[in-house]
């Protein structure tokens, strides 16, 4: 690389001139030979395939090739001040600051990427080396400056880390609007100077289910939730319903959306061009769409494209991943209840096989042994023995009632060390999903320091299911929207105790004596088996179950088990 | 809402199990000679019990067998009338039934059951039995059913 062999330093010209005039008899005196060697130099940086600036010791710019002027729009008065303008990106100025004052103070090389911007107004990606040149004396005399564009290398990078660590993010099940956030993020960052409005669709409606834009005030996102999902409103109603990218250069003045109250909404915020793409599957089906924001009417470049098909796929797998598992999620909810509901009417009907045998040997009995005795003359000695066979049976059909209460108080009983509170909180997140669906608001109140129980965890956690149901079943009457059970834990006379308490239709002071009897129900689908049942557990963990009416309505079914503590 | 026993069992309307009874006379009650033969086929043993009574009582002439493969086993032709019950260890009672039809016997079939399934039982009728009735059932609709479906013989 030819380098200008200039030993004395020369002052920057002042006004647009981007380097030193050697031929305007400013320096009159030099000789020709010294001017074809300036000349060449200067041919030379010009040739070089990158931005060069030839720079004071003290960092003063000396020398600008034409690429770094055309580039950045201004000669050396623009880039002498790039430690106050925004020639050097915000994010990077403190940075890029930092290390050039650090190289100039030591006198050794630097080597920093920074974003540049365009005349234009765009910021590019560029390796900016530096290298100082020293006298005889070892004196720095000068700095070469190189900057290269690396933009597209960069963007890439940036996309790439950004798609790993969304990745990462779906995969652990992060919650939706977490991921799509971080999507949102990465996106902004390898398209600078836009803004990114992520909208999932519910299509019961159909409205934008909810508005993900990290970068935008919540005045901007929260009014887009709900909102319905058409044409002449948003260009994602087009996008979405449509199936096809939609650009408004300049939102405010487009005839499309002349008369939507969303124009105002999106000026309001200074957000000029907004371009709308579609998160769809492999299939076909609209999730989604994917909003870009700039703050000045502008069209998407390829990059832009780019990343917008990048960012519209994550979201996509995103979208669906997440989906596929609340339906699977709905799916084992209803499954663990259609379960619980299936043995117990499993375990009804065998009670109920069980106790017919001897039902219909009793009344049998009882129908020949009237008719013994109304025969003419009566038939004592068969009448007496069918008598026998009708206590028989009567005994037999009370053997099926203490055998069920030994099939509750199981033989197998898991007896190891119980965390009430963590067990809770398994059986609420089984149910979560179902209660949710219901439009039940479920409201833990843990205490920490609860000391643990001996017992067995999984019948305690049917007994904590069963109370969940029961209050949920307890909420139908009550309107959707104030529904609610409070789950807490807490410590009470040296006991552990668990209480769930609704806001539901509430026990009479009858109900309240018979809720644990076997077969007593207060829903018209219940089988009247679950508390009697409970009871059973709580009770061979010697504790307690009982239940309470609440001050304002509703009830509270609550057990205390010794703590182990204790 | 009480939910009973005998909801639990099958939605079977509520019946008078022990209506006043006329009383049979002696002579009703010695089986004549000609009398149909009833077969009980049931594991339970308060069944076997006192249904082969109740039918005697009637002028029956009745016989308990525990198991399906008993039943078979016997000399069929003397049975008149089977009342077979619905779910036994070995046979079940339909697949008794299935096996009297292959055999070419064509006596009438009345299933019990303490299982109560409506579903199954209008399976059972379709498939020809004369009657399906869960227990405990009325011992009056089961003479009737006996009799309804022996009368042709």
Known sequence: MATPQVTHPTQ???GSHHRLDVRNGSRGDVDDALLERELNAIAAIDGIPGLVAILAPDGAIETLNRQIVDYCGGGSELLQHWQSNDVIHP????????TFQRAVSAGTPFQIEQRVRRHDGLYRWFDNRGVPVRAANGQVVRWYILLTDIDDRKRAETLLAGEKQLLELIASSAPLPQVLGALCQVVEKAASDCYCDIHPIDWSGPTIQFSIAPSLPESYTAPIAGTPLRGDLVPCGIAATENVQVISENFDTDPRWCASPVRAHVREHGL?????????TKRGDVLGTLCIYQRQPARPLPLHQDIIARATHIASIAIERLRAEEALAKVRTELTHVSRVMSLGALAASIAHEVNQPLSGIVTNANTCLRMLAAAPPNIDGALETARRTIRD??????????????FQRKDFAADVVNVNQAACEVVALSA????????????????NLPEVFGDRVQLQQVILNLLLNAADALNAVDRASRRIVLSTTIQDDCVQLSVCDNGTGLSPEELTKVFD??????????????????????????????STNADGGATFSFALPSQLF | MKTTMGDLATPIPRRHWAKPLRGPTVKEMIPAQNAVVVS??????????????????FGFRAQAFTSGKAFLASNLGETHCVVL????????????HAELKRLGRRMPVIFITAHGNPCLCDQLLQQGAAACLAKPFDPEVLIEAIRRATSGN
């Open chain 1, 272 to 280: 000029c061009a907004v371009w709308s793409t579609p998160i769809c």
């Open chain 2, 40 to 57: 009980v086929v049931d594991d339970d043993e308060s069944v076997r019990d006192s249904l082969p009574d109740l039918l005697r009582s």
């Open chain 2, 85 to 96: 019950d619905i779910a036994m260890p070995g046979m079940s009672g339909p697949e008794v």
């Open chain 1, 91 to 98: 994010d990077d100025l403190r940075q890029t600051r930092e």
């Open chain 1, 433 to 448: 999903q179902d209660l949710g669906r219901r439009g039940i608001t479920l409201v833990t109140d843990l205490d920490e």
């Open chain 1, 394 to 407: 009567g005994n037999r059909a009370s053997e099926v009632i203490v055998r069920l209460r030994a099939l």
């Open chain 1, 518 to 547: 076997a077969f007593y129900t207060t829903k018209n689908d219940g089988m009247g088996i679950g508390l009697s049942v409970s009871q059973s557990i709580i009770e061979r963990h010697q504790g307690r179950l009982w239940a």
């Open chain 1, 12 to 14: 920057a010209p002042v």
